[in-house]
């Protein structure tokens, strides 16, 4: 397993890897994506060098996600020198294959080399998803309003 900065050349995978994340996820009730992806939010996302990709052992990708620097989470503050990891996604049949895990760590890791806080978010209906990120070393910060819907916030230092 191997996680590294997006190319240019992986973006249709990209793309096609988190459409099918996404229908996964609606068929299973989660609705915190939209679909279909665009394309030219996965090319900002590259220029801006916040896509990263996993692979498998078999160098396929398996997975991917974006990591940012933040001064906030929509309306909520965060500490200053903070990133975002955000856009977690893996397909379907990796999941449960301890790479989520290995994506979490990989992020913790880099903060701490920079001396920086992690914080990431997700719809707060999904208690397997959190249960996963506190079983992960990071810190639940409590349920905040995003729209129509409420997200839980976590959080490593």
């Not at 995978?13 to 989660?30: A, M, P």
């Not at 020198?81 to 989520?100: E, H, T, V």
């Not at 992020?107 to 506190?134: H, I, M, P, R």
Request: charged share 25%; with cysteine; proline share 3%.
């Amino acid at each position: 397993m191997e996680i590294r900065p997006a190319r240019e050349e992986d973006l249709q995978k990209v793309l096609s890897l988190l459409n099918e994340v996404t229908i996964d996820l609606h068929q299973k009730g989660i609705n915190q994506w939209e679909h279909p992806w665009e394309k030219k939010r996965l090319l900002s996302q590259l220029s801006n060098r916040h896509l990263y990709v996993l692979l498998s052992e078999d160098d396929q990708i398996a997975g991917t996600f974006c990591l940012k620097d933040i001064h906030r989470i929509n309306d909520i503050p965060v500490e200053l020198n903070s990133r975002y990891l955000y856009q977690i996604a893996l397909l379907p049949k990796y999941q449960g294959s301890n790479f989520g895990a290995e994506i979490i760590g990989f992020a913790c890791s880099l903060v701490k080399q920079n001396e920086k806080t992690l914080y990431l978010d997700c719809w707060s209906g999904n208690e397997k998803l959190k249960a996963f990120y506190s079983s992960n070393g990071l810190t639940y910060e409590g349920d905040f309003p995003e729209d129509d819907y409420m997200i839980s916030i976590f959080k490593y230092n």
